[in-house]
């Protein structure tokens, strides 16, 4: 479904992604692990068109066809069937709860698709529905993220991609959302995961890959990794 | 007495704040103080003027052609004066926006001469009528009505809808809204275009209420509506018409009281810009300005 071919992302003259290569097949969840810096993000923001890199990335929508990524902006992945769920969250703290996701689901035009998406939004973040007419702002860390991982999922994506979606959260709270991760993946839906929670990430993911130093080092199952000496000892603490 | 000053005071005072809206809107978004907006409402009292006093077409014709006229002039100025610099440093922006004001002024003389144009106002909205015992015509009540179904409609249109929904998203974080799938430039264009549109109202009903145009015309109007965004709070559309009510009731309240300082009422205006910034920057309806995390 995601090809990326010889990818590599440019800040001036700072090179933070050194022409990786990896592939995503449909229905998985593939995550990229590896260390704050080793450019993990910028792979993710490549893909979603946030910065233009060099190499390719074909997307295969869900017609089989496929379609070059690579200088498309940001606004045109929606529509193809891509959402990000960005670092930090990002939620729009003056809009509400439902602000925030009827926002995601912009590019549809159909009334009663878009309340369908956000029973099912609802359905699986019953907190949220809670907390619905609240705004984005007075919400708690754990339920932020949970409102940016809803809010991607309401234009109905093929390819759900998640930008460290356990970044500040509570243990607890990052088994609750991994546990959604998990669910939406059931549904049919691709993930691409981009984690420092490498233990978290590797327990759900079919395929992984580690990124050091815009590398890419290992790759294997999510298994093999989890049990593998090296990530033991550079990721999960010994 | 007093509510003949009252009423006066709501009339200039709610053309302030149709003006300020554009400001407000615009700055909103791009953090762009958009000095040419002042004489988009000038292209707006000119475009009425000709086409009606010129070309002799019903005011409510006229007034459609220079709505659209102006809509499109302001939509123009976005595309190739602000839309190239839109990664540039906001300074760019700026420098450009005063370029555009200057380059639409001058341009107006070169076009329709310096001279100014009297308007002749329709007799319909100038006949008195009395009320108790305020004398008033009939378009010293049509102005604020005007601006108030406009907010009103404005205020629908941000809180009710899809491109407000996205409007609003845009002005807290472009990259997120992006990534939702809105395309930011036709949003931005869409604002340039409501902006736009409510100066050229104003400038229409500035030209029936002091019947003449003139090319610099938009300067002093513009810079008053500006105060009165940032009275209001820069950014919020109610603030916007608040803060011009408000000017409205400074300038006509302190001539009306103290008819000796008549000459200071411009200077009244800047001392409320000054006072404002002074004692509470954001503005009446202003946010805490944060730090976005």
Redesign the interface.
């Known amino acids: 479904m995601l090809e990326i071919k010889d990818l590599s992302v440019w800040y001036g003259g700072i090179n933070a992604v050194k022409g990786i290569s990896l592939s995503i097949k449909r229905g998985e969840i593939v995550t990229l692990i590896g260390a704050n810096g080793a450019g993990k993000s910028s792979a993710i923001r490549a893909v979603a068109g946030l910065v233009k890199p060099r190499g390719s990335i074909v997307y295969t929508d869900k017609d089989g066809k496929d379609i070059e990524l690579v200088g498309k902006a940001p606004e045109a992945m929606v529509k193809l069937g891509i959402a990000l769920s960005p670092e930090g969250r990002k939620i729009l703290p003056h809009l509400t709860v439902e602000e925030n996701l009827l926002l995601g689901a912009y590019t549809l035009d159909d009334r009663a698709v878009v309340a369908e998406n956000l029973e099912h939004a609802y359905a699986l973040f019953p907190r949220l529905k809670e907390r619905r007419s609240q705004t984005g702002g007075t919400l708690s860390g754990g339920e932020q993220q949970m409102l940016a991982v809803a809010r991607a999922m309401m234009s109905n994506p093929d390819l759900l991609m998640l930008d460290e979606p356990s970044l500040g959260l509570a243990p607890i709270l990052v088994d609750e959302v991994f546990k959604r991760i998990t669910d939406i993946n059931k549904e049919g839906r691709t993930i691409l995961l981009v984690e420092q929670n490498a233990f978290a990430a590797l327990r759900i993911a079919h395929k992984a890959y580690v990124l050091e130093v815009g590398n890419i080092t290992l790759e294997g199952t999510g298994h093999d990794l989890l049990n593998n000496d090296k990530v033991r000892e550079a990721y999960l603490g010994g | 007495m007093f509510m003949q000053h009252f009423i006066n005071a709501i009339g200039l005072g709610s053309l302030y704040g149709l003006i300020a809206i554009g400001y407000t809107m615009v700055y909103g978004i791009l953090r762009l103080i958009n000095f040419a907006h002042g004489d988009i409402f000038m292209l707006g009292a000119y475009f009425i003027f000709f086409a009606t006093i010129s070309h002799g077409l019903p005011w409510a014709v006229g007034a459609m052609i220079a709505i659209a006229g102006a809509t499109f002039c302001g939509l123009l100025v976005d595309r190739i004066a602000y839309r190239p610099l839109r990664n540039a440093p906001r300074i760019s922006a700026l420098i450009s926006a005063i370029g555009v004001s200057f380059f639409i002024e001058n341009f107006t003389v070169v076009v329709f001469s310096g001279m100014p144009r009297p308007v002749v106002q329709p007799a319909a909205l100038m006949a008195p009528i009395t009320i108790g015992s305020v004398r008033l015509v009939p378009l010293a009540l049509m102005v604020p009505a005007i601006a108030f179904i406009l907010v009103a409609a404005l205020l629908w249109m941000l809180y009710g809808t899809?491109p407000g929904?996205?409007m609003?998203?845009i002005s807290?974080?472009i990259?997120?809204?992006?990534?939702?799938?809105?395309?930011?430039d036709k949003i931005i264009a869409l604002t340039f275009a409501i902006g736009s549109a409510l100066a050229a109202v104003a400038g229409i009903l500035w030209a029936l209420r002091y019947p003449r145009v003139e090319p610099f015309m938009g300067i002093m109007p513009g810079f008053k509506a500006f105060i009165a965004a940032v009275f209001g709070g820069i950014g919020s559309v109610p603030g916007a018409m608040i803060g011009g009510i408000v000017l409205g009731f400074v300038e006509i309240m302190s001539v009306a009281f103290f008819p000796t300082l008549s000459g200071y009422r411009d200077a009244f205006a800047f001392l409320l810009l000054v006072v404002i910034l002074l004692w509470k920057p954001t503005g009446l309806m202003g946010?805490k300005l944060e730090d976005k995390?």
């Open positions: 899809k929904l996205a609003r998203a807290y974080d990259e997120t809204t992006r990534l939702m799938g809105v395309s930011v946010g995390i």
